[in-house]
């Protein structure tokens, strides 16, 4: 019970903050250092490293700040964000919301369970349907801090839900990911990244 309160209590917290407005002509000149590896209009061109572009500009700078803060543990990343202010990571996040997401298409010989754990979950395992947090398109939630999954990456995809499994990943105040990602199989990790890879 008193779990439940401290995370109730939490999310009142996190749902009383107003966020801040970012500018994303502001944004554009601080990604500059960000298109090494996410590509000058956020669409990167290693699959290890995730899209930016067309990200929720809040995710975005929740998960800097959390960079920021080593709860995200990133060798490459907490550097950078080390020195960011709030202003900073608002003003990226929206400059990357902005930006047109791109992407590689489904691989179709294995996107199709994808598609079904996706839309469907299965109720047997206990596995929610992704697309009630991520939605149908994969355009996720930015209020919320739900990500747009849409185009991104399979490889990316697919190593986050291997993190979010082995508990190497966490999301802070929110914990679904790591009770839903122990329950999918190798394979059906590689099957969601395809499909939603393919998202448009």
């Known amino acids: 019970m008193k779990t439940v309160i ?33 590509g000058v209009d956020g669409n990167s061109f290693n699959p290890e490293w995730p899209n930016l572009a067309g990200q929720h ?9 959390l960079f920021k803060q080593m709860v995200r543990n990133n060798p490459v990343m907490y550097p950078n964000a080390l020195m960011l202010s709030e202003e900073d990571m608002a003003d990226l996040g929206a400059y990357f919301a902005a930006q047109t997401v791109k992407g590689l298409e489904a691989d179709p010989s294995s996107y ?34 739900y990500p747009a999954l849409r185009a991104q990456h399979s490889v990316y995809t697919y190593n986050q839900l291997r993190a ?14 790591q009770a839903i990602a122990p329950k999918l199989t190798d394979d059906e990790m590689r099957a969601l990244a395809s499909y939603v890879q393919g998202l448009r």
């Open 164 to 177: 979010y499994a082995s508990g190497e990943r966490k999301v802070a105040g929110n914990a679904m990911m």
């Open 6 to 38: 401290v995370a109730l209590s939490l999310m009142g917290m996190l749902a009383g903050t107003e966020a801040l407005a970012g500018d994303a002509a502001a944004g554009a000149q601080k990604a500059v250092i960000c298109g090494a590896c996410h």
């Open 112 to 145: 199709a369970l994808g598609e079904k754990l996706y839309r469907g979950g299965d109720a047997s395992r206990g596995l929610p349907a992704c697309i009630a947090c991520h939605g149908p398109q994969g355009k996720g939630n930015g209020p919320a801090q």
């Open 57 to 65: 500009a809040e995710y975005i700078a929740a998960q800097l700040a």
